[in-house]
């Protein structure tokens, strides 16, 4: 569990996507949501794999949810965080 890190990637939104689905046409009923890439809380195990554990609403509330969660690490026992979490053990131990 020592070796796992948190990550958490920002919102992120392209005015070039939905301008040229705009444009062509191709993005019919294409809105600013539709093309949105919503901030994630990611674990990394210590063989690189990826696990993305919580898709939030902004960056903030994903940053907040990565620091209980990583608080949480030291509070309980690494099943009960795993289980908490939704973390397969498998993954927690690399």
């Known amino acids: 569990?020592?070796?796992?890190?948190?990550?958490?990637t920002k919102l992120k939104r392209s005015w070039?996507?939905?301008l040229l689905g705009a444009v062509s046409g191709s993005g019919s009923g294409a809105?600013?949501?539709?093309?949105?890439?919503?901030?994630?809380?990611?674990?990394?195990?210590s063989a690189g794999v990826r696990l993305v554990?919580?898709?939030a609403d902004s960056d903030e509330?994903?940053?907040?949810?990565?620091s209980v969660m990583d608080k949480d690490r030291t509070l309980l026992s690494p099943s009960e965080w795993c289980k908490r979490y939704e973390v397969p053990p498998s993954f927690a131990d690399g």
């Open 1 to 8: 569990m020592e070796d796992l890190t948190v990550e958490v």
């Open 16 to 18: 070039t996507t939905f």
């Open 31 to 45: 809105d600013w949501e539709s093309i949105s890439h919503y901030p994630e809380v990611v674990l990394h195990n």
């Open 53 to 55: 554990v919580k898709v």
């Open 61 to 66: 509330q994903a940053q907040e949810f990565a």
